[in-house]
């Protein structure tokens, strides 16, 4: 017995060199003194040479390494995808906002149903937002407030959709930017500054995502050449920025003010690093993006100044904070159950809250969460001029084999938005010619699809998109 202890001990010892005994399972005595559990220990040893534990093998392994994370990741991807779609069908002249919102919510819970039914975790990532022209931030109006539930899309307005959906804490989010077409009519090709705005905006994110991509991960040629290439520091966020703007500039745009970029993980879409263009005065970003991680990549673009003020109205969109206070009356807690329970840490509109209980009384429970740090609510933001502004959001992994899209708006159909401006730096156009991710050897006879910079350079024969692996 005491041999088997010491083989026990020794096994524990290399699989967990950097674990206390406090760390260790509870029945540790017992596995080391058990002939069947070194067994088990020898299953993990086993484990162990195809691939990275965690540091505790009784904790799942919930990053990119593990196929099933991927997995939960792109089901999520597929449902707010589909959703995306069809409430951007929805977004006609004369519909209310509200009701769309509703409806693309419902849409989101039908389709998280489908999938994944012994998970109890799943649900939105975020709820359904319709943001009219010169809105930045995601919008959700209420029912229970009669100038909000009766604001009407505009023919020919640019509006945000944004949503998402979650499957075990895996979020994906997207939003797109539309030209909002007439009742009853065929929308006709888009011209003049709506199609400055929307090509700045989709050149200025394809170029975004390039720039996400590690240097050197793509790199071809002999080891050195590759080694050399891994070398290059990646790009600053100044320096990122200042790329970006040059793509605005050709369309007579600007960047808007402090467009933030997340790192993602599971239960979180505000993570330890975040990449912040065009940052107002005292904000800043923090990190570069590297292999194994996912992001939210957001664009924004403005044919006005780019800057933001905070518009006068409550603030509908709010999410679950870290932070850890007992709120003291019965009504913030029962209302910060709820909250728990249905929307996790992801963003939640207080329209939900008011279907879901329709109890006037979580205001009360809001607003304490909100005082003490529990909840935070997004502020309502707009363009400064009141200008037009266009938003895309983009959920991704970065993986050995380059950027794998999680979760995008669809690419912008170059033949139908018509401008006499085009990018003419041969930088920016050298990096939009650059793939995403590694040819993985498909078949020849696919499609070809036609090269971010070709499109950059002109519209006129601009039927395929550019690179979306």
């Not at 399972?25 to 534990?53: D, Q, W």
């Not at 509006?159 to 009519?185: E, M, R």
């Not at 940052?279 to 800057?307: C, D």
């Amino acid at each position: 017995m005491a041999d088997e202890k010491e083989i026990g001990s020794s096994i524990i010892s290399h699989l967990f060199p950097t674990l206390s005994r406090a760390e260790l399972p509870m029945n540790y005595p017992a596995i080391c003194s058990t002939r069947a559990s070194i067994e088990v220990l020898s299953f993990h040893l086993t484990r162990l040479m195809k691939g990275p534990l965690t540091a505790n093998p009784y904790i799942p392994d919930y990053s990119l390494a593990n196929p099933d994370t991927l997995t939960k990741y792109r089901v999520a991807a597929t449902i707010s995808e589909k959703i995306l779609a069809a409430v951007s069908k929805l977004c006609i002249a004369g519909e209310k906002a509200v009701a769309i919102c509703q409806k693309g919510d419902k849409l989101i819970e039908e389709e998280v149903a489908k999938v994944y039914r012994t998970t109890k975790l799943k649900g939105f990532s975020h709820p359904t937002t319709v943001s009219p022209a010169s809105y930045v931030t995601p919008y959700t109006p209420l029912t229970s407030d009669s100038a909000e539930a009766n604001v009407e899309l505009q023919a020919g307005e640019p509006v945000k959709i944004q949503l998402g959906a979650q499957i075990d804490g895996f979020g994906s989010i997207v939003c797109d930017t539309i030209i909002v077409p007439p009742k009853d009519q065929a929308q006709d090709a888009i011209t003049g500054r709506s199609a400055d705005l929307l090509l700045a905006t989709y050149f200025a994110n394809e170029l975004l995502l390039r720039l996400m991509i590690p240097p050197g991960l793509l790199a071809s040629g002999s080891d050195e050449e590759k080694a050399k290439a891994a070398a290059v520091k990646p790009p600053t966020q100044t320096k990122i920025t200042s790329l970006l703007d040059k793509v605005a500039k050709s369309y007579e745009c600007n960047l808007v003010e402090s467009t933030t970029s997340w790192l993602f993980d599971r239960n979180d879409i505000e993570g330890k690093k975040k990449i912040v263009l065009a940052p107002a005065e005292g904000t800043k970003g923090e990190g570069f993006p590297e292999i194994g991680e996912v992001w939210g990549v957001e664009m924004g673009m403005s044919l006005g100044s780019g800057k933001v003020k905070t518009i006068e109205q409550r603030a509908t969109l709010l999410r679950r904070t870290n932070n850890t206070y007992i709120l003291k009356s019965q009504t913030a807690r029962k209302t910060l159950s709820t909250i728990q329970s249905k929307f996790g840490h992801f963003p939640f509109s207080l329209r939900q809250l008011e279907e879901e209980g329709g109890d006037t009384k979580y205001k009360v429970g809001v607003h304490e969460g909100v005082r003490q740090g529990v909840l935070r609510q997004y502020e309502l933001v707009g363009d400064k001029d009141g200008s037009p502004v266009a938003r895309l959001l983009t959920t991704l992994a970065i993986t050995k084999n380059g950027i794998s899209k999680l979760g995008a708006p669809p690419a912008l159909d170059l033949s139908k938005v018509q401008s006499d401006k085009k990018i003419t730096d041969e930088e920016i156009l050298k990096i939009l010619e650059q793939p995403l991710s590694k040819n993985k050897g498909k078949s020849k006879n696919k499609k070809k699809k036609k090269p971010a910079k070709k499109a950059a350079k002109g519209n006129d024969d601009s039927e395929e998109e550019s690179d979306d692996e």
